[in-house]
């Protein structure tokens, strides 16, 4: 495995552990709001999602701009 394939990777990885983190903070938030589970999940759900495409939207933007 390449250098850069491994760098790929760990990137990945490491978003994918910020999505997972904001997503078990925001359905515990969620809980102690007095919400029900299923509206907990469902916020911790769309967390998840604005995490990922947040950094998906960054990586492009950078991507973009490294290719000019």
Known sequence: MSDHCAVVFLACALVTLTGVLI????????????????????????????????????????ADVARR
């Open 23 to 62: 997503a078990v903070a925001a359905g515990y938030l969620a809980r102690r709001d007095h919400a029900s589970y299923p509206t907990a999940v469902t916020r911790a759900a769309v967390a998840f999602t604005a995490t990922l495409m947040l950094a998906t939207s960054l990586v492009t933007a950078l």
